[in-house]
């Protein structure tokens, strides 16, 4: 089936900032006088926006009792430094300039819906892809698996639901498709693998971009 609007996650879809991300959190957690974490203690940690990933840091180096209030402080300092460095160490999957390119030629329109904070999502996109429309992380909407944000970009296009294609890495943004009734499809590339997902329900799932490419040549000719 054909496809008139395709919304992919951000963070280990389309942008590999798990190194990126580790190294603001360290930058704060060495602040702190707090242990450092590692790119794949991270790359768990992601998927439900900065404030779960911000409390999961804190239980795993030991720092998971500290008040509210500092825990809210240290979430405002890593959501400032990350603002201030979202670039650095932050690189498109390979084959990924060339999927999007290859999708808007097709007449296929693109947005970005992700759990970073909007202001960081839409200034990475802008960087790495120009103008793409973005929703990322918002006061007055619920973050994912909400639907809530994935509605309102399909409301924005005006495409009917079933000319939808939401793409995302992990169990969030799985549920987050089904919540809102759009084809949807994972990849293994990202922040969880193949394994990790086994179970987790989506019409497809590719471990490479040139297999997402292909299965959206295909759509484009059904």
Same mark, same amino acid.
């Given at each position: 089936?054909?496809? %008139?609007l395709m919304i992919c996650d951000l963070d280990g879809t389309l942008l590999d900032t798990a190194t990126s991300i580790t190294v603001c959190l360290n930058r704060e957690l060495q602040k702190a006088q707090l242990p450092q974490i590692t790119v794949d203690e991270t790359k768990a940690?992601? $998927?439900n926006g900065?404030? &779960?990933l911000v409390e999961k840091t804190l239980a795993l180096v030991g720092a998971g009792d500290w008040p509210e209030e500092a825990k809210a402080q240290f979430l405002s300092d890593y %959501?400032? %430094?990350y603002l201030s460095h979202p670039i650095a160490y932050t690189k498109p999957y390979e084959g990924i300039s060339e999927l999007l390119a290859e999708a808007k030629r097709a007449g296929l329109e693109v947005a970005v819906f992700s759990n970073k904070p909007d202001a960081i999502a839409k200034r990475v996109i802008q960087h790495f892809f120009g103008d793409l429309q973005v929703r990322g992380q918002r006061p007055d909407t619920p973050k994912k698996p909400d639907p809530? $944000? =994935?509605n309102a970009l399909i409301e924005e296009a005006g495409v009917p639901r079933e000319r939808v294609l939401y793409v995302g890495d992990t169990e969030v943004d799985a549920q987050t498709g089904e919540n809102a009734g759009v084809e949807t499809? =994972? &990849?293994t590339y990202g922040f969880r693998s193949a394994e990790e997902l086994k179970d987790v329900r989506a019409q497809q799932r590719f471990a490479r971009v040139a297999d997402w490419a292909a299965a959206l040549r295909k759509a484009e000719r059904e």
């Open positions: 089936m054909r496809f %008139d940690f992601l $998927g900065s404030k &779960v %959501d400032a %430094d809530t $944000g =994935l499809w =994972l &990849v």
